[in-house]
């Protein structure tokens, strides 16, 4: 799969605003560009206070508490957005454990969708609010 079609199952469209957290040097550049270039705008960065219509989380093992920067990624999110959890593949240096991401995820309310490969070294998890309750 190339990246724009890795980018395409993020949903993103033109005039989104992203909220970028995690950035590093072991980033993927290429789909940061693609991202970038299908939203039309740069990522919003992490000290802003907009709301976001998606938030681009880039984790490794040694980051801290995921649960809590789920929950501060929250804060900036529209109430339908997605947070796209970045983590290294297996076998790659900070590699998150699947268990670790789908224990945090409910605490921090949310709900665990899909994941797939994004490139070489990364994974993508599509984290979404969970619905407070069925009318």
Known sequence: MGV???IDRFGLSAGDLVLEIGLDNDCDQELRTGIEA??????????ATEVVDAVILWWREEDG????ELVDALTYLSESGPIWLLTPKVGRAGYVEPSDIQDSA?????SQTVSFSVGTDWSAT???ARKSGKK
């Open 4 to 6: 724009e079609q890795v």
């Open 38 to 47: 299908k939203t039309g705008s740069k990522f919003i960065e992490e000290d």
């Open 65 to 68: 508490d995921l649960v809590d």
């Open 106 to 110: 409910p605490t921090a309310g949310l």
């Open 126 to 128: 599509k984290l979404v």
